[in-house]
């Protein structure tokens, strides 16, 4: 059974950094072609894609967040994190981990979200 | 960037209604399109993946077409579990852009 959590604080400060923590089961970021990303959702609007790590430690970045995003795996964790610098009011959304298996490309499994506001 | 643009953003709709609902590409992302459907503020669900493969698990009534820039979700036969949200994304190119959502309504 493949399941996603993440977790993470709820209430950053502006110029913050936050960091995500998806933990995840049922499959291993080891596996050839198994891909991981970071989706959010500011309340009330569209879903946004952020980054992605794949099982060969490649990396990719939302053009727009490239130089405020870093995105790393633990393996042996079966865990991946997400840093976001210099966190602004914009930043408040609902972010979600999800995999993404190389034969589908699609997000076929997601975490059930964590609210993270930004508020001074 | 590929820009994603769906229409219409809003749709009225009825119990046994046939719906589409269109996705549109700004540039050629072959059949790499999928459909989500997003319900009461919970994580989106796969629904159609590469165009118009269907979900394991996911109704029938659900049907995805469309390649190159143009793409449909059809909605065979509204059930009153089926009015939500729904969103179409690219994996074509980096980064994986979403369409801005269509939001279904009774």
């Known amino acids: 059974q493949v399941t996603l959590k993440e977790s993470g604080p709820a209430l950053v400060k502006p110029t913050q950094t936050l960091t995500l923590t998806c933990t995840f089961s049922g499959f291993s970021l080891s596996t050839s072609g198994m891909r991981v990303s970071w989706i959010r959702q500011p309340p009330g609007q569209a879903l946004e894609w952020l980054a992605r790590?794949?099982?060969?430690?490649?990396?990719f970045y939302s053009t727009s967040l490239r130089t405020r995003l870093t995105i790393s795996k633990d393996t042996s964790k079966n865990q991946v994190v997400l840093t976001m610098t210099n966190l602004d009011p914009v930043d408040t959304a609902t972010y979600y981990c999800a995999r993404l298996p190389v034969r589908s490309g699609s997000y076929d499994y997601w975490g059930q979200g964590t609210l993270v506001t930004v508020s001074s | 960037d590929i820009q994603m643009t769906q229409s219409p953003s809003s749709l009225s709709a009825s119990v046994g209604d046939r719906v589409t609902i269109t996705c549109r590409a700004s540039?050629?992302?072959?059949?790499?399109l999928n459909w989500y459907q997003q319900r009461g503020g919970k994580a989106p669900k796969l629904l159609i993946y590469?165009?118009?493969s269907l979900q394991s698990g996911v109704p029938s009534r659900f049907s995805g077409s469309g390649s190159g820039t143009d793409f449909t979700l059809t909605i065979s036969s509204l059930q009153p579990e089926d009015f939500a949200t729904y969103y179409c994304q690219q994996s074509y190119s980096i980064p994986h852009s979403f369409g801005q959502g269509t939001r279904l309504e009774i």
């Open positions: 540039q050629s992302i072959s059949n790499y």
């Open positions: 790590i794949d099982w060969d430690d490649r990396k």
């Open positions: 590469v165009a118009s």
